[in-house]
């Protein structure tokens, strides 16, 4: 670039930085001639070498944004993903979508404002198919299922996996009539993964053994009650927390009555995460999907796409699957 504009490197580099001690038509032609080599400058490292040069004390490299809904859950999330990325060099910022939720554009502004650029994105309490951002600003990643807008890299769950595996932990145990149950009424996209699991099982099985998937956006006491009576399943399958209590209200006692295996035990086995929800069925085995390490890997390649100077939506984004922590228990004989 130096030589094509006829000037030294240290010229050139001054020149793309808009340095006032170069002249303004030497300025001119070195970023001309820039623009046509394709040269885009590289934020990130322009920040620390712009700290390197003056001698300031080093800050924090990058502001991440960790965008979601707000719950006890998803805050243990963010302080997860917050403590990593100090410990890459960078700093957090947490917004609640929902306070943002009337005027979209508003949180575009403050992102703006404050100069963030890498974006952490979910989980959600509810589906999207997209948020109004001004992508080609950002280097976005999303955890989940729940944001399904083209072109982010996705960090999820082996849920479908993870599901089948409970399908053949449950059948060791000599239990014959499974069943799968979840609550469809924020998280459908999660919910078909979970359907898809059960009827995948149910075509490689005898059909007098196979049990219709219970997946509901308005599951009650009452329907449990009457799948329960109708379909006798031996164990049970739930895709979330909230079934496991409809069954016990029923009178079901676990596990003398059927067999439980829950995908999405809240707290982590080493109690690294730890949620506490109440109601929480503390016996329940099943898997824990590692929120913690999901949120750690969208840090890093939040900053991977920032060093590497990958801004905007991406033809081909990747997707990372982070396998869940198998929990055995005492909800099965």
């Known amino acids: 670039m130096a030589e094509a504009s ?18 303004a038509s030497t300025r001119k032609r070195v970023q001309e001639v820039a623009a046509s080599l394709g040269y885009t400058p590289n934020e990130m490292l322009s920040k620390v070498m712009t700290q390197v040069r003056t001698d300031e004390e080093i800050r924090a490299r990058e502001t991440l944004g960790y965008i979601c809904t707000d719950d006890r859950f998803r805050r243990k999330m963010y302080e997860a993903a ?27 502004d403050v992102l703006q404002a404050r100069g963030i650029r890498g974006l952490v994105l979910g989980p959600f309490l509810e589906d999207f198919e997209d948020l109004p951002l001004d992508w080609e600003r950002y280097a976005p990643v999303t955890i989940g299922e729940t944001l ?7 960090i999820r769950s082996t849920i479908f996996h993870d599901i089948l595996f409970s399908f053949r932990f449950l059948e060791s145990r000599n239990y014959h009539r499974i069943g799968v149950v979840a609550n469809s009424s924020r998280l459908k996209n999660f919910s078909i993964v979970v359907e898809a699991a059960s009827l995948y099982h149910n075509k490689h099985i005898s059909r007098k053994l196979q049990i219709p998937p219970l997946i509901d956006d308005q599951l009650t006491q009452e329907k ?18 909230e079934p496991i209590a409809l069954f016990t209200k029923n009178g079901i006692e676990i596990p003398r009555d059927m067999g439980l295996i829950n995908m999405a035990i809240m707290d982590s086995p080493d109690d690294s995460f730890k949620v506490g929800y109440p109601g929480h069925f503390p016996t329940a085995s099943g898997f824990h999907p590692n ?43």
């Not at 917050?82 to 575009?108: L, V």
């Not at 399904?148 to 996705?154: C, E, F, N, S, Y």
Request: contains cysteine.
């Open 6 to 23: 006829g000037v030294s490197i240290a010229t050139a580099s001054c020149a793309l930085r808009n340095d006032p001690k170069v002249k």
């Open 148 to 154: 399904t807008k083209p072109g982010i890299l996705r």
């Open 291 to 333: 929120y913690a390490l999901m949120a750690k890997v969208s840090v890093d390649n939040a900053i991977n796409l920032l060093e590497s100077n990958q801004i905007g939506l991406s033809e081909h984004p990747n997707t990372i699957s982070i396998a869940g922590t198998w929990i055995e228990k005492s909800s099965t004989r």
């Open 82 to 108: 917050s403590q990593h990325a100090r410990n890459r060099g960078c700093s957090m910022d947490f917004f609640n979508y929902n306070e943002y939720r009337e005027h979209g554009r508003r949180m575009n």
């Open 224 to 241: 449990v009650a009457r799948w329960y009576e109708k379909h006798s399943p031996d164990a049970v399958i739930t895709g979330n927390n």
